[in-house]
């Protein structure tokens, strides 16, 4: 008998499906009333509002399914990002100094090289959601030239950003967000002299850095890498310039100086990114209209373009301007396939957010925790999973937390847990949870980069075989994040700066 082939679904009909999926369970639950109540604190004070999941089939839901999608992907900030961030890769890699500055690391051991990868990705979440954009591609191009699988870079970058989001060695724009709605769940109700710092969580996030790094680097030596298959390796003939990386080098120095200077205050001339509208310092970087926040990237860019093109003519790898114009879209090979992906998920994502269902699920889950009388450890293990089954219909951080932290930091309070621990539990259980959903745009990204290194013959590259190939690691992530937090409680170690775990 002949054996039944497996029928592979490709990410875009996956997508596809997944979209449909959304539209019928919408429908279902629309007609029968489904509905949730969510808390919000509004105006210094706690409202309780319904939620109904709107059904995408009626004559409003049909409007805004066919009138949205191009206003959706327009609006797309991670398409934006991304171009950005393909531009700086492709100018390192067209002028030859990436291959310049990786080639001579390539006798390094593997597990260094993937502590490395992860140690970067996990530290990247200083930039936010941004990590993801930069970090995969240039660990991509990084691994070819030191003959290593770029397949594994993509994944172990991946893994580093996503598992260890919640880490990092400061602070980023969404930890600031998550203290102030964290802040203003607890003055609303409970303690009214209350006040979040920043800095409040800075030991528990550089120690789960490197515990992650270290345990993360076996994982993937020992799960994920003998299941993950070659990618295809790319050879040029570009010339190596030692003046030409001097040269450089003098030009990175002052264009990072410069960039520093923009983030200074109080300097002549300096502070041109922050918001100075606002007192303190964190305010004016990482605040809601601070220009740091969408300038970062095309910094990002103008430092590789300048240092790359100064690079490319003394090495006469870019040898005019038409070379200097093509070295921009270097990277964009073989990558049409991720505008198609991002397409489909922009649209799969703004009809899962206009049906509410995500929001009116998650109601339900948060609703369950507040009805519990667990204190301890059997609470932080159950919170753990609840936000872990939120994030895959909201993987948006400081959106599970909007939902989230008017009822948890009260509920934990009572248990004798600080609302500072509080948001570092639902930080770690949030990163793992970004992980483990086919709905959160970055994971859609990574299989377009993976395609790009893939060796058609001997791979497939699927939503859920991915999914599949990531799933012990997951798991294993998640072991080692619950026994960080509940580790940090039981031996009552400090969170930060004048920081403890319990009231």
Do not use: H
């Not at 983030?263 to 100075?276: E, K, M, T, W, Y």
Request: proline share 4%; glycine share 8%.
């Amino acid at each position: 008998m002949k054996k039944k082939k497996n029928i592979l679904l490709g990410p875009v009909i996956t997508i596809i499906i997944l979209t449909l999926t959304i539209m019928i369970i919408s429908s279902i639950c629309s007609f029968l009333g489904v509905q949730g109540e969510v808390t919000k604190v509004t105006n210094g004070t706690l409202e309780t509002m319904t939620v109904n999941v709107q059904n995408i089939f009626s004559k409003e839901g049909l409007r805004y399914f066919f009138s949205s999608p191009v206003e959706t992907f327009r609006n797309f900030k991670p398409l934006v990002l991304l171009i950005i961030s393909l531009m700086a890769v492709s100018i390192g890699k067209a002028s030859g100094l990436f291959k310049t500055i990786f080639t001579p690391f390539r006798n390094l051991k593997p597990g260094v090289v993937t502590f490395i990868t992860l140690f970067i990705g996990i530290i990247s979440s200083f930039l936010g959601e941004y990590g993801f954009i930069l970090v995969m591609p240039l660990i991509a191009v990084i691994y070819q030239y030191l003959g290593k699988n770029s397949m594994l870079g993509i994944l172990t970058a991946f893994i580093g950003v996503s598992m260890g989001y919640g880490a990092g060695l400061v602070f980023n724009y969404d930890d600031y967000q998550l203290g102030l709605l964290t802040k203003q769940a607890v003055t609303v109700d409970v303690d009214k002299d209350y006040l979040f710092n920043a800095w409040s969580n800075t030991y528990a996030m550089i120690a789960s850095t490197f515990i992650l790094s270290i345990i993360g680097t076996i994982i993937i030596e020992n799960i994920l890498k003998p299941k993950v298959k070659e990618s295809i390796k790319e050879e040029d003939d570009l010339t190596i310039s030692k003046k030409g990386l001097l040269w450089s080098r003098i030009a990175f120095i002052i264009l990072i100086i410069i960039a520093i200077y923009t983030i200074i205050p109080g300097l002549p001339g300096s502070g041109l990114l922050l918001d100075n509208t606002k007192t303190s310092y964190v305010t004016q970087l990482l605040g809601e209209k601070a220009p740091f926040q969408d300038a970062f990237g095309f910094i990002f860019l103008i430092i590789m373009m300048v240092c790359g093109g100064i690079y490319g003519k003394i090495s006469q790898n870019i040898k005019n301007t038409n070379d200097f114009s093509v070295g921009l879209s270097k990277e964009f090979d073989n990558l049409g396939y991720i505008f198609i992906l991002m397409f489909f998920s922009a649209l799969m994502i703004s009809v899962l957010n206009w049906t509410n269902l995500g929001t009116v699920i998650g109601s339900w889950l948060i609703s369950f925790m507040s009805n519990l009388e667990f204190t301890g450890i059997p609470l932080i293990i159950t919170m753990f999973v609840v936000i872990i089954i939120m994030s895959f219909l909201i993987p948006d951080t400081v959106t599970k937390w909007e939902i989230a932290s008017p009822i948890l930091i009260p509920l934990f309070m009572k248990a004798n847990i600080t609302p500072d621990f509080t948001q570092f539990i639902f930080k770690a259980a949030d990163s793992v949870g970004k992980g483990v959903t086919p709905f959160f745009i970055y994971f859609i990204v990574m299989l377009a980069y993976l395609e790009k290194y893939n060796n058609k013959d001997t791979n497939k590259i699927t939503v859920f075989g991915t999914l599949n190939l990531l799933r012990p690691t997951v798991l294993i992530f998640m072991a080692v994040w619950l026994l960080i937090v509940i580790g940090w409680l039981v031996m009552g170690l400090p969170l930060g700066p004048n920081m403890t775990t319990t009231l």
